[in-house]
């Protein structure tokens, strides 16, 4: 399967997310970066995005796409990355194990519909761990979303780094990606 395409037709991403990452993470960016996000959503159909709905999961892939290639690529890294500070987020613990694990627990809770995918964390060092991406999503998103979780937690000393490591990608059609995150 390829990046921005879901895994099942039938998925859809809770509006409130989509408000957030346009209005708040975006916004943070520039006015003008927002304004082109909010025309995206308007051609694929989301006009005004409304927090108590639920909307197709592609419409949203397609809206990113658009946004990676008329913003360019790194604004979904950095997207990634703020997601964290600016959505509803599980974080009841202080860990930068369990605030990895709680990846998968925000995007359950804001995804429904069938073959919504997975993050899937798994310890593997002292301060070191893989997490593996099955979800329709681009790689520098996900990227900045890890390491802005990892940042969270860490200590204030702590090195946060990332490598892709897996045998897959996104990139070339596969439906995972793994990445080691070392604090």
Request: contains cysteine.
């Amino acid at each position: 399967m390829a990046t921005y395409e879901a895994f099942d037709r039938g998925v859809e991403v809770n509006g409130q997310t989509v408000l957030t990452i346009v209005e708040t993470a975006i916004g943070r960016f520039s006015e003008a970066y927002q304004e082109r996000a909010l025309q995206a959503l308007a051609a694929e159909g989301i006009t005004d995005p409304d927090p108590e709905e639920w909307y197709p999961q592609q419409t949203w892939l397609d809206t990113f796409e658009t946004i990676a290639e008329e913003l360019q690529p790194h604004v979904l890294d950095r997207l990634g990355e703020q997601l964290p500070e600016v959505a509803t987020w599980p974080n009841d613990f202080d860990t930068v194990p369990e605030g990895l694990q709680s990846i998968d627990a925000a995007y359950q809770q804001n995804h429904r519909g069938g073959d919504i995918g997975y993050y899937e964390f798994e310890q593997i060092e002292d301060r070191a761990g893989e997490l593996t991406c099955y979800n329709p999503y681009p790689c520098p998103f996900d990227r900045g979303l890890i390491r802005g979780v990892a940042r969270q937690y860490a200590s204030v000393d702590a090195f946060v780094f990332i490598e892709e490591t897996g045998d897959t990608c996104r990139r070339d059609g596969d439906d995972t990606c793994t990445y080691t995150v070392y604090w």
